[in-house]
């Protein structure tokens, strides 16, 4: 059933959607009345509707049902990589939304080699919110994760107060068998809690970068003994995340 | 440092390589006397080792220390693949592999789109055997994943039997909020077990296939709450399967 992000919060009552919503579910997919979609507001609740009427630039719908479950991690996981070559950024948005990341921060890290200006900067946040958007519905997600590009790596650092929990992932941890850390994290945080999880770039992370982020009070992770590409690593805490907080 | 995959078994005492080997570490990485490489043999024993002389098409080598830390995950994992469309394949090959699988069988499933003859298959081998091999020396594998593409369904049943235990990445079961089956799997089978993994292509797995797979013991997973991509199911697997085994 298709899924349509409403940027509005929840009402009860008779639905009236223009715009985007309208142009796609009767123009585009040719949707009639008794047909159903799922409708997801900006605060999170998502209702299942049937079309009741259409009319020239809007169509009616009625409220069926809630939809029950919840499809968000209960941790809010913010994804700060590092600038990586090409189109990683891409598809650890797409992937990092499936797994269900609450929100994605590009940064220039110090062994960043692409050199992004302002203009290439709100691009490519264009490009990259519309991802997160497709693969929000894609996955049936109940919020399409949010994406900032910073211009300069203080932007970073002056949020890292911001959150509950930072995990940097390292590949010397990795190398040196850390790994008490993440399973540490992800059994101490209470449901709710927001936190930051830092990957490097191809380079990886320097020395000093290092010090500002254990300054601040994170902690250094393995992701397991093997190493993990810049793009897959956050698909692996994601996963992990899941693991740890919807299976177990 | 750089990885090499040797195809022999390991012995001690001292090492001589010619082919592609030597021409890597010699007229590629212009590698000189007294630099170190990791070798890995094919019964997975690793060692550090010191060229210590080059000759014409031979480079002589010492070992100087065995590789301690294991890499690879403690359960044999197969991961089984619906023929998907474009190039997931290739990726699930080179992100699943540094994720730690065991081994990758293609086989064509009933909602598969494409169709592949056998000299598209064996051209398609020949280039996932590439990036398993590639993916093997980037994240420090002590084994290269095997590569195994079906031309018929019934290959695949024909091997059920050959795994202790089967899951199966069921949407339906993800709808249903599923969730005791992975963990119950993965906490049951001991170490040296080898699991199979099945994964529709993008059209899903059809009743038919699920009849066949619960019949030879298959378990039907659900991977979380969200709907995960054919490439991205994998991932995930994989990484809960490091978590459970490696981290926790």
């Given amino acids: 059933m298709q899924r349509y992000f409403i940027s509005a919060p929840y009402q009860s009552g008779e639905i009236r959607l223009a715009g985007e919503a309208f142009h796609h579910m009767i123009r585009v997919m040719r949707m009639k009345p008794a047909e159903e979609v799922y409708l997801v507001y900006e605060d999170q609740i998502a209702i299942i509707a049937q079309i009741t009427a259409v009319e020239e630039n809007t169509v009616v719908l009625r409220e069926v049902a809630k939809e029950m479950q919840n499809k968000e991690l209960p941790l809010l996981v913010t994804i700060a990589s590092g600038y990586p070559k090409g189109d990683k950024l891409e598809w650890i948005v797409q992937k990092g939304t499936e797994l269900g990341a609450y929100e994605f921060i590009g940064f220039p890290a110090q062994s960043s080699v692409v050199k992004w200006d302002e203009k ?129």
């Fill in 120 to 248: 290439k900067l709100a691009k490519k946040k264009q490009r990259l919110t519309k991802i997160a958007q497709e693969a929000a519905e894609q996955s049936q997600r109940q919020l399409t994760p949010n994406v900032e590009l910073l211009a300069n790596e203080g932007q970073l650092w002056d949020r890292l107060a911001e959150y509950d929990g930072i995990v940097v992932a390292y590949e010397e941890s990795a190398k040196e068998g850390e790994k008490a850390q993440l399973v540490q994290i992800l059994q101490e945080l209470p449901a709710g809690s927001r936190l930051l999880a830092i990957f490097g770039p191809e380079g990886g992370i320097t020395p000093s970068e290092i010090e500002k982020m254990r300054a601040a009070g994170g902690k250094l992770c393995g992701l397991g003994p093997r190493i993990l590409r810049t793009e897959t690593a956050p698909l692996y805490l994601l996963s992990a995340i899941s693991y740890q907080w919807e299976l177990l």
